[in-house]
C-alpha cells in the first residue's frame, strides 16, 4: 500500500479528475449493487462474525455466574467495563465531527469520508452501550435504575451524580447520530431504488428513501434538516466526552480529579475517532477501489488532525504530571510516581510511547503520506488510547487514599473475550454496511466535481 | 517597507497621537500613586498588564494558525496579528515594573517559614527562575514574531513561493506547540502562583482562550474602523465578516466550557486545597461581579450572537467584540482580584476596587493600542500577492453594498 506521491498531497485535488456525475454513482453504487459478493468480503465476514460470538458466549456466562466472572474487585471496582466503554465511545467521536463540525466549517473533503465516519460511530456506540448496560448484572432491570420516571416508591437517580448524565449524553448522542445518518442516506436509497436490479431490492431501498423523488422541494428541506441536525450534533462531540470526564473528574481520587480533563478527555476522542477511521479508510480504498474518492490528500489531512489532537492529548499529560508535583500534595505526587514506576508503570510508559512518541513521526512528510505507516500509526493509536484509559482507571483506584486496601487487577479470560468480542461486532457491522448501503455519499460526491460549481456572473 | 500603495486611514492617523496621550497621561498619574501606595501599583499594574498582554500573545497564536489552517478570515487579519506580535519586545519593557517589583506581590517572595507547601515549590517558584522565565518567553515569543513579520515582508516583495509557504507551515507547527506551552507556563508564573497554595491543571487553557477571545475581539474592533477605506475595502466581503463572527461566538463558547469544566470539578470535588480558590469568588461582592461575568461575558452575548445578522454586519458586531473586550478585562479582574488582595481562601473576600485597578488598564491599553498603530502603519495592511484575497475579491460583492 505505500506510495510516494509525486505531488504534494496536501494541494491535491479532493476528487480524483476525470470523473463525471455519473461515473461517481456508477462506481460508489456498483458496490452495493453487485450481484456477485466478492470472496474477500465473505472471508472477511466470517471471521468478523465468529469473533462476534464472544460477546453472546461472555453476555450468558456473565448473567449466569454474575459479574464475579470479571477482574473486578475492591478496590478497582471498574475495570474492563469502564475502560472499554470508554474507550468505544471515544472511537465514535470522529464520526460526529467530520460530520457535523467540518461541514459547518466547510471543510469540502469531508464528503467522501463522512458516510462510513457516521456508520463507525453508530456501530461504536453500539459496542459501547454493551458495558454499562450489562456491567450492572441484571440488564432488564437497569432500565429502573437509571431512567427517572415518577414512580410510586419515590426513588429516584442521584441527578448529582455524571453517571447519570452520561446516560442522557449517550443516548442523546446515539439518536441524533443514528437520524444525521439516516437522513444523510435519504437521496442515496433513492439512488440505489432506480438502479436496484430486482424487485425486493427496489423495495427495500425504496421504503428507505421515504419517497424521495429530488425534487427542488425536497433539495430544499433536505438541506435545512441536514443543516440543523449538523448544529444539533455539534455540541454532542463536546458534550458527550465532557461528561464521560467528569465520571472520574468530579470524584476526589488523585489521577482522577484534574481539571485538564474535559479539554483532554474530548482531544482523546478526536484523537482515537481519527485513527480509527484512518484503519477503515486505508484497507477501504485500496480493496475497492475507492483511491478517486479518499485521496491521498484526505488521508494527508486525516493525519494532521490526529498529529494536532495527539499532541493536545500530549499537553494533558504533560500537566498532569507537572501539577502533581506544583500542587505539593503528598497524594497527587504519590499517585503520579506510582502510576510512572510502580506495578503499572510498563503501562504507563507504553502509553507513552504509543500515544506521544510515534504519532509524533507525522511531522515527517514523508512518513505521513507512507500510508503503510500511516496505518500502522493509527493502530498503535487505538492501542495507546487503550492503554490511557487503562492507567488512568487501575492506576489511581488500585493504591489510592489508604494503603491496607490497596489491591491489584488484571483483567479475567471473560473481560477479554468481552472486549474482543465487540471489536468483532464493530467489523461485523462494518461489513454488512459497506455491502448493504453506499460507504461513501454518491449525491455529496457529485456536489464536489468541477461540473457542480455555478459560475456567477455580476452583469 | 513604503505604503505608498496602502495609506494609513486618517482616523488611525490621529489615534496613534490620542492613545500615546492618553497612555503616558494615565500612567503618569498612577506612577504618582505608586509614590504614596507603590504595592497597590504593583497590583493594578500587574492585573491590567496580565490582561493586555494577552492581546499580543493570542495574537502569535492565531497568526500561527492561520498559517496553518488557511482560510480568509486569517489572511483578511494577518497584518492586526503581525502588528500585535511585534508590540512583544515593547510588552517586555512594559513588564519590567513587575519584574523588578515581584517580591512585593507574589507571597512565594517572602513565605512564611512553617509553609511547606511554598516550601515544596521552591525550586520553580523562586525570584530567579521566575524571572529567568520571564526573559526566556518575551525572547522566544519576540523572536517568532520577527520571523513572521519578516517573512510576511518577503511575501509582499516577491510573492509566496513554495520554498516561503513551506517555511511558514514548519514554524507555525513548531511554534504552536511552543507557544501553547509557554504561554500555560507564563500564565501559572504571572497569575496562578499570586496564590502559591492553589494549582489547576486547565488554568494554561483557560489562559489561551481568553487571550484568543481578547485578540478577536481588538482585531473586529479595529477593523470595523477600516472597513470602509482602502484597502479593506476592495476585500472585505460579508461571508468574511460572518467568519469572524462565528470565530469571535465560538472562543466565547469555549472560555465559558474550560471555566464551567474548572468550576464544576472543583466545587464537586470540595477539597481543602481547591476550594478556597472559589469561596473568596463566589460569596459577597466578589460573588456578584463572577454571577455578572456569568451573564454579560457569556449568556446575553451567546443570546445575541446566536442571530446570523450580528454575526454578518460589522456595525453590529464591533460594538459586541468591544463589550467582550471590556468583559476579559472584568473578568480577568475577577480571577487575579481575591489574590492580589491577599485573600487566599477566606470565606468572604473584601471587595476593594482601587482607582489604579481602574486607571492602570486604561493607561497600559492606550499604551499597547499606541505600539500596535505604530506597527501596523508600517506596513501594506493586508498581505501583498495573497490567493485569498486576491482571486476572490475580483468577483464578489462588497460587504457594505
Not at chain 2, 520553580?124 to 519578516?150: D, E, H, P, Q, V
Request: glycine content about 8%; charged content about 10%; overall charge positive.
Amino acid at each position: 500500500m505505500a506510495s510516494t506521491p509525486h505531488l504534494d498531497p496536501a494541494s491535491a485535488p479532493i476528487i480524483a479528475p476525470g470523473h463525471t456525475f455519473s461515473s461517481v454513482t456508477d462506481k460508489i453504487a456498483s458496490i452495493v449493487l453487485a450481484r456477485r459478493t466478492p470472496l474477500h468480503w465473505f472471508l472477511g465476514f466470517t471471521i468478523a462474525f465468529s469473533v462476534a460470538q464472544l460477546v453472546l458466549l461472555t453476555i450468558v456466562r456473565l448473567l449466569f455466574w454474575g459479574i464475579g466472572s470479571w477482574g473486578v474487585t475492591v478496590p478497582i471496582g471498574w475495570g474492563f467495563d469502564i475502560i472499554n466503554f470508554v474507550w468505544w465511545i471515544g472511537i465514535g467521536h470522529a464520526g460526529t465531527l467530520i460530520s457535523a463540525i467540518l461541514l459547518l466549517l466547510k471543510q469540502e473533503w469531508r464528503t467522501s469520508i463522512n458516510r462510513f465516519a457516521e456508520a463507525m460511530t453508530l456501530f461504536a456506540v453500539v459496542c459501547a452501550a454493551q458495558y454499562p448496560l450489562f456491567h450492572t448484572g441484571r440488564p432488564w432491570i437497569a432500565a429502573y435504575w437509571l431512567l427517572p420516571y415518577p414512580n410510586t416508591m419515590g426513588l429516584w437517580p442521584n441527578f448529582r451524580s455524571p453517571l447519570i448524565w452520561d446516560v442522557f449524553a449517550v443516548t442523546t448522542y446515539a439518536s441524533v447520530s443514528a437520524v444525521f445518518w439516516y437522513v444523510g442516506l435519504i437521496p442515496d436509497f433513492a439512488t440505489l431504488r432506480d438502479r436496484a436490479k430486482n424487485k425486493l431490492m427496489a423495495m427495500v431501498y425504496g421504503i428507505g428513501s421515504m419517497g424521495w423523488r429530488g425534487s427542488a422541494r425536497h433539495w430544499h428541506n433536505y438541506e435545512s434538516a441536514y443543516l440543523l441536525l449538523a448544529g444539533l450534533a455539534t455540541p454532542l462531540v463536546v458534550s458527550v466526552h465532557t461528561v464521560v470526564s467528569f465520571d472520574f473528574a468530579v470524584g476526589v481520587l488523585p489521577g482522577w480529579h484534574a481539571t485538564i480533563f474535559p479539554p483532554y478527555f474530548v482531544a482523546g476522542a478526536i484523537y482515537a475517532g481519527f485513527a480509527m477511521v484512518l484503519t477503515l479508510a486505508i484497507p477501504l480504498r485500496a480493496w475497492y477501489g475507492l483511491k478517486d474518492f479518499i485521496t491521498d490528500r484526505h488521508l494527508d489531512n486525516m493525519a494532521k488532525v490526529m498529529l494536532a489532537t495527539g499532541l493536545i492529548v500530549a499537553y494533558g499529560y504533560a500537566m498532569e504530571a507537572f501539577f502533581a508535583w506544583y500542587s505539593a500534595s503528598s497524594w497527587e505526587i504519590f499517585m503520579i510516581r506510582n502510576r510512572m514506576f510502580g506495578p503499572y508503570g510498563h503501562m504507563y510508559w507504553a502509553l507513552i510511547l504509543c500515544n506521544v512518541v510515534a504519532p509524533n513521526t507525522l511531522w515527517v512528510p514523508r512518513l505521513r503520506h507512507s500510508h503503510a505507516w500511516l496505518f500502522f500509526i493509527s493502530l498503535v493509536v487505538s492501542v495507546g488510547m487503550w492503554l490511557e484509559r487503562y492507567v488512568i482507571i487501575v492506576t489511581s483506584l488500585h493504591r489510592d487514599f489508604l494503603p491496607s486496601s490497596w489491591g491489584m487487577y488484571q483483567g479475567t479470560v471473560w473481560d477479554w473475550s468481552f472486549f474482543i468480542g465487540t471489536i468483532g461486532l464493530f467489523v461485523t457491522l462494518l461489513y454488512l454496511f459497506v455491502r448493504f448501503l453506499p460507504a461513501i455519499s454518491m449525491f455529496e460526491m457529485k456536489t464536489i466535481l468541477p461540473g457542480a460549481r455555478v459560475e456567477e456572473h455580476h452583469s | 517597507m513604503t505604503n505608498a500603495t496602502h495609506p494609513v486611514p486618517p482616523a488611525l492617523e490621529r489615534m496613534l497621537t490620542s492613545t500615546l496621550g492618553l497612555g503616558l497621561a494615565a500612567l503618569a498619574v498612577c506612577g504618582l500613586g505608586a509614590l504614596s501606595s507603590p504595592d497597590q501599583f504593583l497590583r493594578s499594574y500587574l492585573f491590567a498588564f496580565f490582561f493586555w498582554v494577552s492581546v499580543p500573545i493570542g495574537s502569535l497564536g492565531l497568526l500561527m494558525l492561520q498559517h496553518l489552517t488557511g482560510g480568509r478570515w486569517g489572511a483578511l487579519l494577518r497584518r492586526f496579528f503581525e502588528a500585535w506580535s511585534r508590540t512583544l519586545p515593547a510588552a517586555f519593557v512594559l513588564f519590567l515594573p513587575v519584574l523588578l517589583g515581584y517580591a512585593k506581590i507574589y507571597p512565594w517572595a517572602h513565605p512564611p517559614a512553617d509553609d511547606k507547601i511554598i516550601a515544596h515549590k521552591a525550586l520553580y517558584l523562586n525570584g530567579t527562575a521566575w524571572a529567568g522565565r520571564a526573559i526566556f518567553f518575551f525572547a522566544l515569543w519576540s523572536l517568532f514574531a520577527w520571523l513572521f513579520s519578516k517573512w510576511s515582508a518577503e511575501q509582499d516583495r516577491d510573492g509566496l513561493t513554495p520554498g516561503l509557504s513551506s517555511r511558514f507551515q514548519a514554524l507555525a507547527g513548531g511554534g504552536l506547540v511552543t507557544l501553547v506551552l509557554t504561554v500555560t507556563f507564563a500564565s501559572i508564573d504571572w497569575g496562578m502562583s499570586l496564590n502559591p497554595h492553589w494549582f489547576s491543571t486547565i488554568y494554561g487553557v483557560i489562559y489561551l482562550v481568553g487571550a484568543v477571545l481578547a485578540t478577536m475581539a481588538v482585531c473586529i474592533v479595529v477593523l470595523s474602523r477600516m472597513a470602509h477605506e482602502e484597502p479593506f475595502l476592495h476585500v472585505m466581503r460579508k461571508d468574511t465578516v460572518h467568519d469572524l463572527g462565528k470565530l469571535l461566538f465560538a472562543f466565547n463558547m469555549l472560555w465559558a466550557y474550560m471555566n464551567l469544566s474548572q468550576f464544576l470539578i472543583i466545587w464537586s470535588g470540595n477539597l481543602p486545597e481547591e476550594i478556597p480558590y472559589y469561596l473568596a469568588r463566589i460569596n459577597g461582592a466578589w460573588g456578584a461581579l463572577g454571577l455578572f461575568v456569568v451573564l454579560f461575558h457569556f449568556v446575553v452575548p451567546y443570546a445575541i450572537l446566536l442571530s446570523r445578522d450580528v454575526k454578518r454586519t460589522l456595525r453590529l458586531l464591533a460594538p459586541m467584540a468591544a463589550w467582550l473586550l471590556l468583559m476579559r478585562l472584568v473578568d480577568t479582574y475577577w480571577t487575579l482580584g481575591p489574590d492580589l488582595a491577599g485573600h487566599h481562601g477566606s470565606e468572604a473576600a473584601a471587595f476593594h476596587l482601587h482607582w489604579m485597578d481602574v486607571l492602570a488598564p486604561v493607561g497600559l491599553g492606550a499604551l499597547f493600542v499606541h505600539l500596535f498603530l505604530r506597527q501596523l502603519k508600517s506596513r501594506p495592511l493586508v498581505p501583498q500577492h495573497e490567493a485569498e484575497l486576491q482571486t476572490e475579491a475580483a468577483h464578489a460583492a462588497p460587504a457594505h453594498a
